[in-house]
Structures are given as C-alpha cells and as structure tokens.
C-alpha cells in the first residue's frame, strides 16, 4: 500500500493550495483519512480529518480557512488550504487506517512521504 502526496509548495500569506493523496496497492477499505503536519523542531500534529462517511474534524488552527474531503471511488483524500500564513509552513503527511483484506483489522500506519508547504512572501 502507497500513499502518494501531490500539491505542495510556495505560496503567499493569504494564498490558497490544495493537497490531494491518493492511496494505491492492496486495499479492501479505508476508514478515517487525515493530514498531519510537521514544522521545524516541532512535533507532528493533526491538522483535519475525515472517516469515511464523510464526518470532519478540524484542529482549531485550521477551522474556517482548511477543507478536507474525500474520493471514495479513488481512495483520494484532499485538503483546501485557504488564507494561509506563515505559520502554516510545514511538511504535510497525508495518513490513512487501511484494511487490507477481507475480515481484517484497520491498521493507522499508512503515511505518505510528505509534501512540503512554503507560506512566504
């Protein structure tokens, strides 16, 4: 199983971007989908999730400018990045729980590589 990260990079404050990832490979389902992200000498944190019903959860910094939604159909998860500032500069992770066979378990370790987002002027 991959997930692979695209729709990073330099933006200006009050710019807009918007992340897609797109898990491949044996997949029988997918539950919750988020985006993590990890500035400099800080720790990796959650920035929105979604399960599969399409139920959201937003950490305080990104309610009101970020977006998430899902692709079922393409096993694609997306983050709308709104109003960004600088202090969204960080690596973006893209993190999956993924059941890969029938009668499985959902197991949370699914990470992408990461894509680096830039808010500067």
Not at 2 to 19: A, F, K, M, W
Not at 72 to 81: P, R
């Amino acid at each position: 199983v991959q997930l692979v990260e695209s729709g990073g990079g330099l933006v200006q404050p009050g710019g807009s971007l918007r992340l897609s990832c797109a898990a491949s490979g044996s997949i029988f389902s997918i539950a919750t989908m988020g985006w993590y992200r990890q500035a400099p000498r800080k720790q990796r944190e959650l920035v929105a999730r979604i399960s599969s019903a399409a139920t959201t959860y937003y950490a305080d910094s990104a309610k009101g400018r970020f977006t998430i939604s899902r692709d079922n159909a393409k096993n694609t998860v997306f983050l709308q990045m709104n109003s960004l500032k600088p202090e969204d500069t960080a690596v973006y992770y893209c993190n999956a729980a993924i059941m890969t066979t029938y009668k499985g378990t959902y197991d949370s370790n699914y990470w992408g590589q990461g894509t680096q987002v830039t808010v500067s002027s």
